[in-house]
Nanobody, 118 residues
């Protein structure tokens, strides 16, 4: 059974930093991409950053402040210069194949709360 477990969410003052982590556990053949999404109260879930085998991309709102990385089955999101508008539940997402001949599947973490106070 594949699971994504996130950690690192916290309450931080504006201008501060946090590092979110996401570990993919279970029997996995290959992770094609990992991404972080966020959802503020009353708003839709939006892509924050994504990393694939060949590229990274970021939402305009976080460019220059956030950095996504991945080492083996663990992804991370380094968040610097945090702003109150970054407050949201952050979700880890992975596109992966459990076996070489399986179709690619999507998995989500349970979410971790990031709150930035002004």
């Amino acid at each position: 059974q594949v699971q994504l477990v996130e950690s690192g969410g916290d309450l931080v003052q504006a201008g501060g930093s946090l590092r979110l982590s996401c570990t993919v556990s279970g029997s996995i053949y290959k992770i094609n991409s990992m991404a972080w999404y966020r959802q503020a109260p009353g708003k839709q879930r939006d892509l924050v950053a994504e990393i694939t085998t060949s590229s990274t991309n970021y939402a305009d709102a976080v460019k220059g402040r956030f950095t996504i990385s991945k080492v083996k089955n663990t992804g991370a999101l380094q968040m610097n210069s945090l702003k109150p508008e970054d407050t949201a539940v952050y979700y880890c997402h992975a596109r992966l194949k459990r076996q070489w001949n399986f179709a690619e599947e999507n998995f989500w973490g349970q979410g971790t709360q990031v709150t930035v106070s002004s």
